[in-house]
């Protein structure tokens, strides 16, 4: 049976809660930190795993959707940070169908480490959901893995020519691309941080 965009994270949850969280926020946005806008902004994390992310955003004075299809990382996230204003929503890439449901549309979109899951079809499916649920004046921000791919996991090359490529018929441009090694002492692994803007 071929991988699922998720595989793999529920069986290594404890082990990967544990990793997520040992990174901060500031640390894995430090490139692009300075786009995103003032607060209190409608933000949705895509992928948000643990909630690390957003539980820093709602800190700052973010109004916070932590959207996560791997139940135990949803659920340790939840626990984690029970202190935050987090609304946590069981969805996923690419259709995004029960965010898409609801009215609210987004200043800032959070794709971290997940774009390379999606296959290409895939892909050019959830660029569709990320244009509808994106405010006129809002922004992407997108991380993508560039290295070997983990036992059990499914990840795909994904560059950042293909990804402004596919973002380019909805009216999204290229606000910032940068290029850095990976946070865990992986000489193996580099990550493109990517921000599209409408």
């Known amino acids: 049976m071929p991988k699922t965009s998720t595989a793999g994270y529920g069986e290594q949850a404890s082990t990967l809660v544990v990793q997520y969280e040992s990174i901060t926020f500031e640390d894995v946005h430090r490139d ?3 786009l995103l806008p ?3 902004a409608r933000i949705v994390d895509v992928g948000a795993g643990t909630g690390r992310d957003a539980a820093a955003l709602a800190r700052r004075g973010h109004h916070v959707v932590a959207v996560e299809p791997t139940a135990e990382l ?5 626990k984690l940070h029970a202190d935050v204003d987090i ?3 069981d969805d996923a890439l690419p259709a995004l169908a029960r965010l898409r449901e609801r ?8 794709l971290t480490a997940v774009w390379m899951h999606l296959d290409a079809d895939e892909r050019a499916q959830a660029m569709g959901a990320v244009d509808a649920l994106l405010a006129g004046h809002g922004l992407v ?3 993508l893995r560039h290295g070997p791919v983990p036992a059990g996991r499914r990840m795909f090359d994904v560059s950042a020519a293909e990804t402004i490529a596919l973002a380019e018929p909805y009216g999204l441009r290229s606000a910032h691309c940068s290029q850095r090694s990976g946070l865990m002492d992986r000489t ?5 941080n990517l921000v599209l803007q409408r």
């Open 74 to 78: 949803r659920e340790a996230g939840r």
């Open 188 to 192: 193996d692994v580099h990550w493109t």
């Open 38 to 40: 003032a607060p209190p």
């Open 141 to 143: 921000f997108l991380s």
């Open 32 to 34: 692009v930190l300075h």
């Open 87 to 89: 609304d946590w929503l």
């Open 103 to 110: 009215p609210t549309r987004f200043d800032v979109i959070m």
